[in-house]
């Protein structure tokens, strides 16, 4: 019996219809266009409007897109994991609606909470299910409406985020495609850098804290900045290390797109040609939790089938790793 991997089978995707470019920001917040773009690489990102519209409205858009394309019966779907830090509402998991919406009616679902680095930390979870002989059918939703948190008067945070989804299926391969390794990373002391104060059981909502503006994302950029260049590049050396691969094995890194220069850092202590690092950042700004599976959606007709990928992620709290995936699939 030959040994079971997790391999990613199918991709679909889902950015909303409005664009808020950085003139448009100009006009909110004291900026520009040049800042945002020399400090971020960020041109422009993309946000959920309309009444009652959260994040399982982008989550479902884009797993629908996947079934799609795919062709895959959603009732042969195991489970949905959703990895969001902005979830619909507290308590009721995102991911469990989504299941019933999209017709996955013999899934179990939940969510799944690392920040910026949820998806990363989700395909560790799915390719764990799949490996186990369980589950043949693991659907990975990462969606964030960034938008909902986001101070808009704060010219250090609201340039940076935007809103979007990217959804992966994971099923079983007999080729030795899929997940190859993993190196997973989290550490306390960064829980006061990049945070929301108010609305968890620390410090319940309340007309005071909504006064305070401690409902929308805190972030100390410099601090994160240097956690996250460090962090980043040494996950994804070491996962390059431990598997034996040069800079010309990585077919494609597949980096966070939180900023440019965090992402060029990676790239060069990896040794990885420009030619190789997909960025999609201009676009769309960090969307958190969506920011790998819409590079993945975005190039997936640039992957041959065999192709190594190297997944890297940082995000609050701190949490970060890097994931080494062989492609499994040509894309008709």
């Known amino acids: ?24 920001l100009e006009t909110l917040v004291d900026t520009n266009d040049e800042w945002i773009t020399s400090r971020t690489g960020i041109r422009e990102r993309r946000i959920l409007k309309g009444d009652k519209l959260g994040t399982s409205y982008l989550a479902i858009k884009a797993a629908e897109d996947l079934i799609r394309k795919s062709g895959i019966n959603p009732a042969e779907i ?7 830090t902005t979830p619909d509402m507290p308590v009721a998991a995102t991911a469990v609606y989504v299941a019933t919406q999209i017709g996955a009616v013999n899934a179990f679902a939940f969510d799944l909470q690392a920040a910026c680095s949820g998806f990363l930390y989700g395909m560790s979870t799915c390719a764990a299910y799949i490996q186990a ?11 964030d409406k960034m938008s909902s948190i986001i ?4 010219r250090a945070t609201c340039i940076i985020f935007g809103d979007g989804a990217g959804a992966v299926l994971f099923e079983p391969n007999h080729e030795g495609l899929g997940l190859q390794d993993e190196f997973l990373r989290s550490d306390g002391i960064g829980r006061e850098y990049l945070k929301i104060d108010a609305g968890g ?24 900045f240097k956690y996250a260049v460090t962090g980043m590049a040494d996950v994804s050396e070491k996962i390059m290390h431990r ?13 966070h797109q ?35 599976p819409l590079l993945l959606s975005d190039f997936e007709h640039k992957f041959k089938k065999g192709d190594n990928l190297i997944f890297a992620a940082f995000g609050g709290g701190f949490t970060w790793g890097s994931i080494y995936l062989k492609w499994a699939y040509d894309k008709k």
Request: aromatic fraction near 6%; avoid cysteine.
């Open 1 to 24: 019996m030959s040994t079971i991997t997790a391999a990613i089978t199918a991709v679909g995707s889902y950015v909303p219809d409005f664009v808020l470019t950085n003139k448009l």
């Open 78 to 84: 195991d489970a949905v994991i959703v990895a969001t």
């Open 133 to 143: 002989g369980r589950y043949k059918k693991v659907l990975l939703i990462g969606a």
């Open 151 to 154: 101070d808009y008067t704060d």
């Open 201 to 224: 059981s620390i410090l319940p909502s309340s007309a005071e804290t909504v006064e305070n503006r401690q409902h929308y994302v805190f972030q100390d950029g410099k601090t994160v």
């Open 243 to 255: 598997n034996n691969l040069s800079h010309d094995d990585v077919d494609w890194l597949i980096a």
């Open 258 to 292: 939180a900023n440019r220069r965090i992402i060029d850092a990676t790239a060069s202590r990896m040794g990885v040609d420009e030619s190789k690092v997909l960025i999609n950042i201009e676009k769309y700004g960090n969307t958190t939790s969506a920011t790998l």
